[in-house]
T-cell receptor, first 113, second 113 residues
């Protein structure tokens, strides 16, 4: 049973471009979470999704950021018109249920030039 | 708003000693607390979960306590080894719009041989 898969592992974008981060949850998991981490800082919650539904997006900036978890395929975190401040490690996690332990992917390191 | 606070100062101890990490929370007591380990460049890995009606939980060399009066959880690693060196994160669930797990900023542990 493969773990949570995130790709790409590293993503370099220029200011103004779009970044798409992908996350395939563990098999059987229908709950997906996205977190952002800056150096020397903790994990900041961004969004919580179940299949085809956004449950809680209170940690996600209102503009330029969006997330989806379609019926088929991976969850996508999309950042439009990236700025230097978006540079960070973005982690995806999945769980069997809403109050279960989380399984994390290895993260995507986004660098905005 | 609910917050989780961990000692941001790194903890340096000698191999064989017991490491004790602290996690404090504000406002209401969560139904449970979770502890994760994070190595550089990797996603967090779940270690232990302790519920509010459990005073203590053990797993091999790990022990977690939960004191709802002090609003605090302690995480102990006995007979510490250099391989235990990592950042340790505590987290709890916020029951809001289906629930999201929020994390403390983590405490870096360094075990010297």
């Amino acid at each position: 049973n493969a773990g949570v898969m995130q790709n790409p592992r590293h993503l370099v974008r220029r200011r103004g471009q779009e970044a798409r981060l992908r996350c395939s949850p563990m098999k059987g998991h229908s709950h997906v979470y996205w977190y952002r981490q800056l150096p020397e800082e903790g994990l900041k919650f961004m969004v919580y999704l179940q299949k085809e539904n956004i449950i809680d997006e209170s940690g996600m900036p209102k503009e330029r950021f969006s997330a989806e978890f379609p019926k088929e395929g991976p969850s996508i975190l999309r950042i439009q018109q990236v700025v230097r401040g978006d540079s960070a490690a973005y982690f995806c996690a999945s769980a069997l249920g809403a109050d279960e332990k989380l399984f994390f992917g290895s993260g995507t390191q986004l660098s905005v030039l | 708003s609910q917050k989780i606070e961990q000692n941001s100062e790194a903890l340096n101890i000698q191999e064989g000693k017991t490491a004790t990490l602290t996690c404090n929370y504000t406002n209401y007591s969560p139904a449970y607390l979770q502890w994760y380990r994070q190595d550089p460049g990797r996603g967090p890995v779940f270690l232990l979960l302790i519920r509010e009606n459990e005073k203590e939980k053990r797993k091999e060399r790990l022990k977690v306590t939960f004191d709802t009066t002090l609003k605090q959880s302690l995480f102990h690693i006995t007979a510490s080894q250099p391989a235990d060196s990592a950042t340790y994160l505590c987290a709890h669930l916020i029951y809001n719009q289906g629930g999201k797990l929020i994390f403390g900023q983590g405490t870096e542990l360094s075990v010297k041989p």
